[in-house]
């Protein structure tokens, strides 16, 4: 979900009002009710921690059409959809390069522990100047030295969801006994970056350690994956690019001594639906004309992501190298889309978008065949946050995979990783 626990639809057709009750978690609960509904795997809550000021050199332009601001912090939606759910995987965002890591550990325990073995956590290391100045630092740690420390973090944070054994909650009312003191720990962490004593000063948590997630594009974030995570993301829009990020991903699992099955990868998807496939194409059509008309959108947002004002540059004049301190996977993703600023903004995709424009017959098969051909694992949705949006997914084409018998109907197992490695 883009900008989890912030504005949506609050001038759009479909958005459901005019923005007025974006603080309120009604809309995030709703979509988690469907979701688990729609028997998916997990419901990634992305974040971020500044207000971007990266085109024209101010926040203007962010704050006027609510693009990544305001925001609030998607953590307390956690024991929220909790509680309205049963089944459904729920991860929240944190920053390896911000999140002190006990603090993590501890919080990440909890809500595993408070979701019976529900929650995950999707690791970032932030890309932003602003966000590393918002915690006190004049500029941002270099790109591969975060991906150093979040190597780093994981350990240590997986070292203290160990530091108390499964078994160490023994509640023996006779002896007057409710931990076997034997059974915890301390870590004694000392690395180039975090240190922590230990042991946590709660249970371990039911998963033993929680679902990790991580979205990077970068080799070195495909690296970071491949030795700790659990699922990855990857958006990129094309078969091509779906097979080589698979094998390339594969490839590092092994290396790094893992069963690339122990890893599941999701490709980005964006369909856009209607009752035939000539009003999808209609819809989609419409959407690309306001990506040409207002290349400003996808420039703010990429600059954004790569701290790097668009707005300086002739949209029309050839586009030479660009380099990055923050999503170099992504700014080089989007510069492969064209040679002026005008056609890249134009062409740019953030998932798998154009195969998958039609009904939802058409949209379930084209997912089908693609993965059938890539090999992968699966999908994970976006688009606009809409409620619209969010039926014609859950009530729409899963319930067509579900009779092509490409996802499941059910859940299977009590804790997510089980969900998660089952199918």
Request: glycine letters at 8%.
């Amino acid at each position: 979900m883009n900008n989890t626990y912030g504005v949506h639809g609050w001038n759009q057709l479909w958005g459901g009002g005019d923005g007025q009750d974006w603080t309120q978690p009604d809309l995030h609960i709703e979509m988690a009710k469907a979701f688990e509904r729609a028997c998916f795997d997990y419901f990634l809550l992305e974040d971020s921690l500044f207000v971007p000021d990266n085109y024209g050199g101010t926040a203007d332009f962010y704050l006027r059409r609510a693009l990544r601001a305001p925001k609030n912090d998607p953590l307390p939606l956690v024991p929220l959809i909790a509680q309205a759910t049963t089944h459904l995987g729920i991860v929240p965002t944190i920053s390896t390069s911000f999140y002190p890591p006990f603090l993590l550990a501890r919080l990440i325990a909890t809500l595993d522990l408070m979701s019976k073995g529900r929650v995950g956590c999707n690791f970032v290391t932030s890309t932003a100047e602003r966000a590393a100045q918002n915690f006190g630092l004049d500029t941002h740690i270099e790109h591969d030295l975060r991906y150093e420390m979040a190597d780093e973090f994981v350990d240590l944070v997986s070292r203290l969801w160990s530091s108390w054994d499964a078994d160490a909650i023994v509640t023996d009312r006779e002896a007057g006994v409710f931990v076997d003191p034997a059974k915890v720990r301390a870590i004694d962490f000392k690395g180039r970056f975090f240190s922590s004593r230990g042991p946590l000063n709660t249970a371990r948590p039911p998963q033993g350690r929680p679902v990790l997630v991580q979205a990077g594009g970068s080799p070195q974030g495909r690296q970071f994956a491949a030795k700790h995570m659990d699922s990855v993301i990857a958006a990129v829009s094309t078969v091509p690019e779906m097979k080589a990020f698979r094998a390339d991903l594969r490839q590092r699992l092994v290396a790094a001594g893992r069963d690339p099955e122990s890893c599941k990868l999701f490709f980005v998807v964006v369909p856009t639906l209607g009752e035939t496939n000539a009003e999808a194409q209609e819809r989609f059509r419409r959407r690309q004309a306001q990506r040409e008309a207002s290349p400003e959108m996808t420039l703010a947002q990429m600059g954004s992501l790569t701290d790097i004002d668009f707005s300086t540059f002739d949209l029309d004049a050839p586009l030479g190298e660009l380099t990055t301190n923050g999503q170099q996977g992504t700014l080089k993703r989007f510069l492969a889309q064209g040679a002026t600023l005008r056609e890249i903004a134009s062409n740019y995709r953030y998932g798998l978008e154009d195969p998958v424009v039609g009904t939802v017959q058409h949209v379930a098969g084209a997912m089908a065949e693609v993965m059938q051909e890539v090999g992968g694992d699966g999908f994970m949705f976006s688009g606009p946050v809409t409620r619209r949006h969010v039926a014609e997914i859950t009530d729409g084409v899963v319930p067509e995979l579900q009779r092509l018998g490409v996802v499941r109907t059910a859940y299977e197992h009590r804790h997510f990783r089980d969900n998660l490695l089952a199918f």
